[in-house]
């Protein structure tokens, strides 16, 4: 497929995401040919940009992040970028993007495709999506949405949106998009689990202990903290990335690999998701906020963070499904703000077996997904010169020739949009059982807070979060692989 033709229009095109990530990704499709010359973007914000000055910052965003790149092509690129001001409230100012849409549709020949990227703050993704259908943006051809993420702050407001959004849309056109589902490891764990009989032959309750997802940032919240005072590491990491992760761990294998079927099978899974009672939250859940250092804010110091803020930028938990290939398996997982390191992994953990040598240590399946991409299995074998069994990794890696080509999450995801792949986009009735988990966990949370007992665990910055979250295993040999 190549040289598709459309017109796409970005809501917060003087932002970080579009500069950071949608400018150079839409460059690396334009260069391969995807979008070329039956394409124009419309950047808009409130900003009183020009077209010519949009185009100076989408040169400048690509030469950010390439070392070479060849001037003319970048010119020929930037030269498809149009800015209209906009304020998202205003009705009038949907009527000219209506109008500008239209003018460039004929100029370049578009056939009536159209792109929306919801690329703003969450709180105007429901007026804009009132707009596009009140003012009749969608065009003849092709309408698709990209949303970003977070999609609604509770399932209350995430199916308002919806609404608002499937006025004008079908689910199938509707793309919310997680840029985890983009990662070269993520996308790499149904390979795994489905052409490797040695793991596909052990992904079951009978061999798997348990299976722990560690999504660990060395970052505090930066200057994000107003957004983040109001959303807390549950909403902002767990509700969409770890739980997509989650998903791909304990699904039953799809029929094939359309869409359709990937996402049949991931429905499937989902409503045999167990919603966690307010007993098990106080039991299975750990919430905290790290403290200050020498050079460093405590959490709740942070610019616009309420003093006596119970957001939570720590929590580790558990979940299980009753049904799928790893029904009642624990699944542990934890985020968290200002760890030592910055690290993503999961961890497989299989049970131990009996054997003639005594002692051995248990096979664990590693998946590191940032910031290197590998998988390990962890293998006994005897000792050279003594006695006893020692433990080895197998690993699987990738050059750095191989490395250097993987493309970035958001291109690859960018790019199934263009091709109307939804395969790694989530489907609403996913994110709608993503959401019932993730509202239980808030509601015994809220109601702690209310009783005025709410039980947070303060942890220093730049270790290994709250030792609180040693405790939510349900049997003593658990203990967290990555330490
Ligand atoms: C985002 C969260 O979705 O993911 C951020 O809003 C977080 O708070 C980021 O820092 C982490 O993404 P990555 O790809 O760096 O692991």
């Known amino acids: 497929m190549k040289n598709i033709p459309v017109i796409m229009i970005i809501f917060g095109g003087s932002g970080d995401l579009a500069h950071r990530k949608l400018y150079p990704s839409l460059f690396n499709l334009y260069e391969q040919g995807l979008i070329h ?6 950047g808009t914000a409130r900003r009183p940009w020009s077209h010519e000055y949009l185009r100076e910052q989408v040169s400048d965003a690509i030469h950010e992040t390439h070392d070479q790149v060849d001037e003319n092509e970048v010119k020929a690129f930037a030269s498809h970028f149009y800015y209209q001001s906009h304020d998202v409230t205003n009705v009038e100012h949907y009527v000219t993007l209506k109008k500008l849409a239209q003018e460039l549709d004929d100029r370049y020949s578009a056939q009536g495709n159209r792109l929306f990227y919801m690329a703003m703050a969450p709180r105007f993704f429901g007026t804009i999506a009132t707009h596009i259908n009140d003012q009749h943006l969608t065009g003849s051809g092709f309408n698709r949405i990209v949303v970003e993420k ?7 407001s995430a199916e308002q949106l919806n609404k608002e959004i499937t006025a004008s849309f079908d689910e199938n056109d509707i793309f919310r998009i997680d840029h985890y589902l983009g990662k070269e490891m993520i996308q790499n764990i149904m390979p795994m689990r489905f052409t490797n009989p040695l793991i596909k032959n052990i992904w079951s309750g009978e061999y798997i202990k348990n299976i722990q ?17 109001t959303s807390g590491a549950l909403r902002d990491m767990v509700q969409n990335h770890i739980f997509q992760i989650i998903t791909l761990l304990a699904m039953p294998e799809p029929k094939d690999l359309s869409s359709d079927s990937v996402h049949q099978a991931k429905q499937e ?5 167990i919603i966690p009672t307010p007993e098990e939250v106080k039991k299975n859940f750990v919430r905290g906020q790290y403290l200050g250092s020498d ?20 929590v580790a938990g558990k979940t299980k499904f009753t049904s799928g290939p790893i ?8 985020t968290g703000k200002e760890f030592k390191e910055k690290k993503t992994r999961i961890d497989i953990v299989l049970k131990h077996i009996n054997n003639p040598y005594g002692q051995a240590h248990s096979n ?10 590998k998988i390990y299995i962890t293998i006994n074998g005897k000792k050279i010169d003594e006695p006893g069994i020692r433990r080895e990794d197998l690993t699987y890696v990738f050059s750095k020739e191989e490395m250097a080509k993987v493309p970035d999450g958001y291109e690859r995801l960018l790019h199934d949009v263009f091709a109307n792949d939804s395969t790694n986009f989530t489907h609403w009735s996913e994110l709608k059982r993503y959401w019932e988990f993730i509202d239980a966990v808030e509601d015994a949370w809220q109601k702690e807070n209310e009783a005025g007992n709410p039980e947070i665990a303060q942890y220093l910055p730049y270790r290994m979060g709250p030792k609180e979250a040693d405790n939510i295993f349900e049997s003593p040999t658990e203990h967290w692989i990555y330490e």
Do not use: C, Q
């Not at 977070?150 to 209350?156: E, I, M, N, Q, S």
């Not at 029904?327 to 934890?334: E, L, Q, S, T």
């Open 295 to 314: 050079t460093t804010f405590a959490y709740k110091k942070e610019p616009n963070v309420d003093p006596d803020s119970t957001t939570e930028t720590y």
């Open 213 to 229: 997802i560690t999504l660990a940032e060395r970052l505090g919240v930066e200057a994000r903290g107003g957004y983040y005072d």
């Open 364 to 373: 664990n399946i590693t998946i590191e997904v940032d910031p290197e991409s």
């Open 150 to 156: 977070p999609f609604g702050h509770d399932l209350a």
């Open 37 to 42: 010359d039956n394409f124009a973007v419309i």
């Open 269 to 273: 899974l989902l409503k045999s998701l």
């Open 327 to 334: 029904a009642g398996v624990p699944i542990y997982f934890r």
